[in-house]
Each structure stands twice: as structure tokens, then as C-alpha cells.
């Protein structure tokens, strides 16, 4: 998302923070994503950014949802969207919410244990699981394969054990780490799934459905593969492993690809110190008001208002919070004139910005704004009305 | 705070998690720092633990509080408190906010750089500030003195250049670090905040208060000095370094001191499973639900209920959230035969578990619950008259 004059306008005439969200791009990355994977049923993971209008506008053009928690079915159910739509794809979940989730009408599951296939079949008999396979998450910035999914041998003994509980195993899911650099992960993920379906098939049990899990990456700084790259790398894997049995049905769940390059946060400087040869520069968002990802090393881009082509200087980059370990950036250039009620923008911080915050200190995290929405007076317009 | 069988009974019959606070041991802090540290007068660091409840009972024994935004101050004169008792201590202030709290009567507020000196000259002419002094930090969890804080030379400016503003320099802050294990750190802030006031006295500017911030630990697992041994080396040190003078004011800053031993966070086993060799066992709370300082390392003392005595074994526990950074200890000792639905208490969780918590996943972080007030059935007494 570029930082227009729009956007600009929209910066200088609100209370900082903010995230000015873009809905026209979300449906883009939709449509981008159904055209270039060959019949795949998009699951939006919703904690991604689980803003009602985001909701409601996939929802409108035939998006699915994967959800985390009852907290999330409660508002998707609420918003008018039926449970058939929903997949609960945590593979952590409290038994009375499968139970509560199944009531509603969800019918897919994620399982990485024996424990939670159990968990399932007493709550939800004979539903639809999916096991998870863990991927090594190599060249990813967040490998998610420590926590969840269990390795092939284990996978294979689940879905053994899935059918033995009279539940319907219909498929694995994935997860190749979150903003994954490397297309060919795709490829040895799904090269592991088709040898799970043949086993399954020499068991006498019927596999149809892969879910490819999320990990699209987001252009932050480093290069990254287009959507059309990956896509290619998964049409050519599911022709090229699967031609052993039907087509399979695809799923996939993207969360930060459908909704990071849609949003750019919008902060303030509140103060510039020197301190033991350091420059600091402090803003009214941080680790606990929208920029946790940060401490996980996300490096975005990072622009002054006004100054984009000014000499920069290293500074330290710090949140509004009584607490040391809000420190946004302990290096990051900045234009070398920086000061007190500067509007900072983080560029493509669409993703895990207005869901993962807190109201520590007191202080309000950034609320949402959208572009279709806003009315604002145009500085930029104005300006030319009055030449 | 001990796992009694009163707080056993709460854990058993309320839904998880939350934390259960006992009102008694805050007062008990509250009363030692009193009679222990000559003088002094407490501002509760709101941060640590904002429940209502504890701030009526700390301000019922004659508190005062440091708060860090406009939110806290909002929350505190809507309960009845009025801005004397109040003190701004965060060094990273909205200019707007400075104003709102000079005009509802708050007089004091900290700084460590010229340009929040200006912002408080400009929004509370004449206000009271203290200079805050960077302290290294060492021995401690948190050392604070990188974001916070600077060298005893700055501090000297800025007293000069404060008074030059029209602000009233009265005095010093620092603070040793939170969770601070070495009780002469104290002695040695003592020693310069000393060399700044005599500073500021040949400099025709009289100062009177120190703010011995906060710092004074909780014990977790580590052993920590007692409280009536870092108040035997502050008074001693007031008395070895201040006698050029008349005896300053004292302020201190508890937080994690005040509350943290208050506490106790109960949650519940969601899943166990096996992989790669190694056991996992996932609970109902989690880094983003009310233990997001156990990934900046705080090791909680974590009990099993009813399999206190049973064999350990190594178990790597996490949170329930869909996110690989949810993991709470990557190795911990709990009882071998943990399983689906054992509640899982983490002792001395009173301070920053409340109040770190998201939304994040749709999941609910902890609640607070008050042994003073919660009416359970005592499972411990039934069986008893049962019998």
C-alpha cells in the first residue's frame, strides 16, 4: 500500500495511532490468490486482522474463515456468516468449544495429536478432520513447526487412529512457517501429503482434501516470491504427486498475504532525546500498541512525513510505555531532523497490528480507519483549489 | 501467596484463567514499606496491576500512584482520587495529556531529556519535576536504564535547564531495574542523586525529593533480598550522604512489589501430546493471555493441583493460541501424569498479568477474582462433614 496524498491527509487530520486499512487491495490479494491456485477455497485466518469490515467484505466475495478460539465463531456467527463456512483450525481447542462450534454447524477440525482427535470425537462425532503435518519452516520468519503439527509417521498413525474414532479424516494441513521466502517449501509439503494419501489409500481410507496452511509472505523489506511464483510451484506439485487418485480439493488459509500490504500504521513522535552518544526517538505506538511483531524482528519500512527525502541518521526507535522492553527498532534510519509531533508511517502493517495489542499503561492501542470511509479535507487539494 | 485450600476450592469450580488476589498481602506490603523505609511515601505504580480494587485499598491506606497516561489518570479521578495524590512518572508524555493532568491537579512529572522539559513548560508552567537518572541496571530482570533514564552529568543540565524553563527541579528519580536482586544498587543511586543535589545547591537551586522508583523483587524462584534489607541500606544511605542538607522527601514507586505476591494465576490443561521426542503440554493461558513475561524470561513456580508430589518429568508448555511464539517455558519440570482438564497455578502472579493481556485469537485473557469475595464450596469442608 503506497502512502498517498490520501493517505497523507487522512495521517494529518487524526488522532494518532492508526491503521488506515484499504479495502479494495484485500480484495485484490482474494482475487489474485482464487485465480492463481487452481480451485482452492480460501479460509481466511481471522486473527490475522479480525476487523468486522475485513470479515464482511471476504465474506461478501465467497470467502471461507479460519477460526481460532469461540471468541472468533461467536463474532463471525454474529456478522450473519453460517458455520458451513468455518473451519476451526486450532489445533489447541477447549472441549466445549468443539462441542459449541460443532452445534453451530462447523464440520472441519485440526488435530496434531491423539489427544485433541479424542477431544473431537467426543464433541463432535463423525466431523471432518484435518491432521497437521509439521514443516521445518526453514528460510520462514516465523517457523510454526515447534508447536504445531507432528512429523509424517506421526501423521499417518493419526489418521489411523482419526478413522478408528469414527471421525472422517479428510485431509492434512500444513503450515511452511509464517512469511515463508521459499516457494519449493510448498513443494516438499505437498511431495509428504501425497505419500500420506497413499497410505491412506492402502488403508482403505478415503483422503480428498489439503489444506496449504497460510505463509505467503509480504513485502517488509527483503524480496519475497509473488503469489503467482508459489502458485505455480503448488499447481505443478498437485499434478506431479497426486495422479494416483482425484484431483484433491484445496484449501488454504492466508492471514497475513490478504490483509498486511492493505494497511499502513500511522504514529506520532511524542520525543527526541540524546542520551550516552544514542539518539532516541519515541512514538505513541510500540511493542504493546501495535507493533509486537517488531520484538519478533519484523522490519518494516518506515517513513517521516514530509522528510521522505531528508539526510538520515541511525536512531533508536522506542514505544509510549513505562517498560524497557518496548523498543521498536534498536537501529533504524530516520530523517536526521526527526522531531516532536512527526507522523511516522509503517508501511504494509495491515497484519497482527490492531489484533495483537493491549491496554497496558493506560494507553489505547491503534484503532482502525478505512480508506472508503474517511472523509477528510484534502490539504493537498485545498492547496491547488486555492492557487 | 500460598496455594491454600480455600484458593484450590476457587480454582475448582470457576472457569480458567484468571487470577485470584488476596487484598490482605497487598496491604501487608504496603504497611512494611511504610514502617520499614524512614518517611516514605508510596505511589503505586498503576502499570503493575490497575484493578479498581486494588487501587481503593492502597488508596484507603493512604497511597499515592504513579500513573503513565491520561488513560490511568482518567481511571483514578473517576474513582474519586484527586490529582494531588497523583504523580506523572512516565518520561514519554503526550503534550495534551500534560495538560489535562495540570489542570485536574497533578504536580508532579518526570523527565530525562530538554525536549519533554519544554513540553512541560509549555503544558504545566511551573510544574514540579524530577530528573530521571539512568542507573546500569546490573542484577536485575529488567534493567530499565536504556529506554529510561540518563548519566549524572545530563541530569545537571537539566536541573539547570529546568529551573532556567520555570519548572521547579525538586528532585530525583532512578530506578534499579524491576526484579532488582543486589540491595546495595540502591546505595549507589543514593551516592549520585547526593553529588546532583549538592550540584544544584551551589547552583542556588534547592532540591528536596528523591523518588527511589521501584525495583524491590518478588520471589519467583530466585532468591531476593527482604524489603527490610534494601530499607536498612536506603536509610542508612540517606543518612551517610544527605547530611549537607536538610533530610529529603521520600517517594517510591512500588509496583511488582506491591501486588506480585498478591496473586495467583490458575489455568487449565487444553492438550498433551508427544513429538519429536519431546512432551508438550498446553494450557488455557498463554503469553498473549496473562504470561507474556515469561518470554522475557521470569520463571514462575508452576504447581500442579493434586499432583504436587508425583514424579517429574521435562515438558515443553505453551499457550492456545494459533502463534509459535505462545510458548510459556520451553522446559519445565511438571508432574509426569499432567494431563487434558489438570488445573496449572503460576504462584506470585499478581503483578503484570492482568494487565499485559490481548485479545489476540478471539481467546480471553485471565480475570481477577478476590478471595474476599468469592463464595465457593468448600470441597475440602463438604468432604469432611460428608464423612
Not at 503448488?234 to 498486511?260: A, H, K
Not at 509531533?341 to 502493517?349: H, L, Q, T, W
Amino acid at each position: 500500500m503506497d502512502i498517498s496524498e490520501r493517505v497523507r491527509d487522512i495521517a494529518r487530520s487524526n488522532e494518532s495511532p492508526f491503521v488506515v486499512m484499504d479495502l479494495d487491495i484485500v480484495e485484490d490479494n482474494y482475487d489474485q490468490l482464487i485465480k492463481d491456485i487452481s480451485g482452492v477455497r480460501v479460509f481466511y485466518a481471522v486473527k490475522a486482522n479480525s476487523h468486522p469490515k475485513i470479515i464482511k467484505r471476504l465474506y461478501d466475495l465467497g470467502s471461507s474463515f479460519d477460526v481460532a478460539s469461540r471468541g472468533e465463531i461467536e463474532m463471525l456467527l454474529n456478522m450473519g456468516i453460517p458455520g458451513s463456512r468455518l473451519s476451526f483450525g486450532n489445533t489447541i481447542k477447549k472441549e466445549e468449544d468443539i462441542r459449541f462450534a460443532f452445534n453451530k454447524g462447523i464440520n472441519y477440525f485440526a488435530a496434531d495429536a491423539e489427544m485433541e482427535l479424542e477431544k473431537i470425537a467426543r464433541n463432535a462425532p463423525g466431523a471432518q478432520v484435518y491432521l497437521r503435518l509439521a514443516m521445518n519452516g526453514s528460510d520462514s520468519d516465523w517457523p510454526l513447526s515447534r508447536k504445531f503439527g507432528t512429523n509424517i509417521d506421526h501423521v499417518k498413525k493419526l489418521v489411523v487412529y482419526a478413522n478408528d474414532l469414527g471421525l472422517a479424516p479428510i485431509g492434512v494441513s500444513f503450515h511452511v512457517g509464517s512469511q515463508c521466502y521459499d516457494k519449493y517449501s510448498w513443494k516438499d509439503a505437498l511431495m509428504q501429503v501425497a505419500d500420506i494419501f497413499w497410505f491412506a489409500k492402502l488403508e482403505g481410507i478415503k483422503m480428498t482434501t489439503i489444506n496449504l496452511g497460510g505463509g505467503i509472505p509480504v513485502k517488509y523489506v527483503r524480496d519475497i516470491p509473488t503469489v503467482a511464483e508459489i502458485a505455480n510451484v503448488i499447481n505443478e506439485s498437485i499434478d506431479e504427486y497426486f495422479n494416483f487418485t482425484e484431483r484433491p480439493t484445496l484449501f488454504i488459509e492466508p492471514g497475513r498475504s490478504m490483509v498486511g500490504n492493505a494497511g499502513i500504521l500511522v504514529s506520532r513522535v511524542l520525543l527526541r532525546s540524546s542520551k550516552e552518544k544514542k539518539d532516541w526517538v519515541y512514538i505513541d505506538a510500540g511493542v504493546y500498541h501495535g507493533l509486537m511483531e517488531t520484538i519478533e524482528n519484523l522490519r518494516y519500512t518506515v517513513v517521516v512525513d514530509g522528510k521522505d527525502d531528508h539526510p538520515k541518521k541511525t536512531f533508536t526507535l522506542a514505544g509510549p510505555t513505562c517498560d524497557s522492553i518496548d523498543v521498536v527498532y534498536d537501529e533504524v534510519e530516520l530523517p536526521e531532523d526527526v522531531t516532536l509531533g512527526d507522523i511516522v508511517y509503517f508501511v504494509n502493517a495491515g497484519a497482527y497490528t490492531l489484533d495483537y495489542k493491549t491496554h497496558f499503561n493506560g494507553i489505547e492501542g491503534p484503532y482502525a480507519l478505512f480508506l472508503d470511509e474517511v472523509t477528510v479535507r484534502s490539504t493537498h487539494e485545498t492547496n491547488v483549489a486555492d492557487s
